[in-house]
């Protein structure tokens, strides 16, 4: 069978292990494409029972029966040879969360091509769609990327964007990028066979890191802009979630926005020190900032779930409390 440009299908091995890989590797297992082989991460202790789990990605592999790898490194020649006896013509490599050796890199025929979710060369690292909104980035998107030894500098094979929205969380741009990413992926596929790429170099002097998320980060400082805190929450969600400190306890805050001028925002905040909470209704909770006041809209209790704020601040006395 070919893909209709007289291309024999591709022998592959997939590499990821979280949800945002899942996607990629459904589009190949539903193209001409042979996947050989899926590595993924050892299965890790997760939930409140610190049962052993399955990464997504392990789960859809068992689901269609593939052989399936979960080597704690690559950098032992044990596993280099097993990766080897596959013959892998490409490797697709999607946050797997794993060091590729040099060896690894060279062993498929057309090397290894890596999915990425930002605009190369802007946010390599670990949280490019976290640090996208929290920047305030008016776009995002994925990179296809010739895999090498540095992190995240490969050649640039196909790129694709998408514009962020005030209403973008971490949560919906992953969805997005995604399934953006697999699509990239196929058409990247298509033009590697039909030898139609050309590589681009990324420019090193607009390169910025995306930093691993921390929990210490996540605390709110109300004293900072409104924007800035806005993008935080949004950047945050769902993991690790902004959160400020109400009766000597984390409050989480899931989501909240900017207030127009046409519900007076300026005038309302005028003088009051950041934190405090300045009025409620249905719509939420306004809170003063350093500069204009937004409105909370969702928030978690310590040991609930998540709520509106409409629905947290009725039992509780919050109209002039300042969250610290």
Same mark, same amino acid.
């Given at each position: 069978?070919? *893909?209709?440009? *007289?291309?024999?299908?591709?022998?592959?091995?997939?590499?990821?292990?979280?949800?945002?890989?899942?996607?990629?590797?459904?589009?190949?297992?539903?193209?001409?494409?042979?996947?050989?082989?899926?590595?993924?991460?050892?299965?890790?202790?997760?939930?409140?029972?610190?049962?052993?789990?399955?990464?997504?990605?392990?789960?859809?592999?068992?689901?269609? *029966?593939?052989?399936?790898?979960?080597?704690?490194?690559?950098?032992?020649?044990?596993?280099?040879?097993?990766?080897?006896?596959?013959?892998?013509?490409?490797?697709?490599?999607?946050?797997?969360?794993?060091?590729?050796?040099?060896?690894?890199?060279?062993?498929?025929?057309?090397?290894?091509?890596?999915?990425?979710?930002?605009?190369?060369?802007?946010?390599?690292?670990?949280?490019?769609?976290?640090?996208?909104?929290?920047?305030?980035?008016?776009?995002?998107?994925?990179?296809?990327?010739?895999?090498?030894?540095?992190?995240?500098?490969?050649?640039?094979?196909?790129?694709?964007?998408?514009?962020?929205?005030?209403?973008?969380?971490?949560?919906?741009?992953?969805?997005?990028?995604?399934?953006?990413?697999?699509?990239?992926?196929?058409?990247?596929?298509? /033009?590697?066979?039909?030898?139609?790429?050309?590589?681009?170099?990324?420019?090193?002097?607009?390169?910025?890191? /995306?930093?691993?998320?921390?929990?210490?980060?996540?605390?709110?400082?109300?004293?900072?802009?409104?924007?800035?805190?806005?993008?935080?929450?949004?950047?945050? *969600?769902?993991?690790?979630?902004?959160?400020?400190?109400?009766?000597?306890?984390?409050?989480?805050?899931?989501?909240?926005?900017?207030?127009?001028?046409?519900?007076?925002?300026?005038?309302?905040?005028?003088?009051?020190?950041?934190?405090?909470?300045?009025?409620?209704?249905?719509?939420?909770?306004?809170?003063?900032?350093?500069?204009?006041?937004?409105?909370?809209?969702?928030?978690?209790?310590?040991?609930?779930?998540?709520?509106?704020?409409?629905?947290?601040?009725?039992?509780?006395?919050?109209?002039?409390?300042?969250?610290?």
């Amino acid at each position: 069978m070919t *893909n209709g440009l *007289n291309h024999p299908p591709l022998r592959i091995i997939f590499a990821g292990t979280p949800d945002f890989s899942v996607s990629a590797l459904q589009a190949l297992l539903d193209s001409e494409h042979e996947v050989v082989a899926v590595y993924t991460q050892p299965d890790r202790p997760a939930g409140r029972g610190r049962k052993l789990t399955e990464s997504p990605v392990k789960i859809v592999a068992l689901e269609h *029966n593939l052989p399936i790898f979960q080597p704690e490194t690559l950098k032992d020649k044990a596993a280099q040879q097993t990766l080897s006896l596959l013959k892998a013509d490409v490797m697709v490599v999607v946050a797997y969360g794993l060091l590729l050796p040099k060896a690894v890199l060279d062993m498929p025929t057309y090397g290894c091509l890596n999915i990425h979710a930002s605009l190369l060369p802007r946010w390599r690292g670990a949280a490019p769609i976290q640090r996208a909104i929290e920047a305030g980035d008016s776009q995002s998107g994925v990179t296809i990327m010739q895999m090498d030894i540095g992190l995240d500098t490969g050649d640039m094979l196909y790129k694709v964007s998408t514009d962020i929205t005030a209403e973008d969380n971490a949560a919906r741009l992953h969805d997005r990028l995604s399934v953006l990413g697999s699509t990239a992926l196929m058409q990247t596929l298509n /033009a590697l066979q039909s030898q139609q790429l050309t590589p681009e170099k990324q420019d090193e002097s607009c390169v910025t890191y /995306a930093k691993k998320l921390t929990k210490a980060e996540a605390e709110i400082q109300w004293d900072e802009p409104a924007d800035t805190i806005v993008r935080k929450i949004q950047a945050f *969600n769902p993991w690790p979630v902004a959160f400020t400190s109400f009766k000597e306890k984390p409050l989480r805050i899931g989501q909240a926005r900017l207030l127009s001028n046409e519900k007076g925002a300026t005038d309302q905040g005028g003088g009051k020190t950041s934190g405090t909470v300045l009025s409620i209704d249905r719509e939420g909770m306004v809170v003063a900032t350093g500069s204009d006041p937004i409105l909370i809209q969702q928030v978690q209790p310590s040991g609930k779930k998540m709520m509106s704020a409409y629905d947290f601040a009725q039992s509780r006395s919050l109209l002039g409390h300042q969250f610290l």
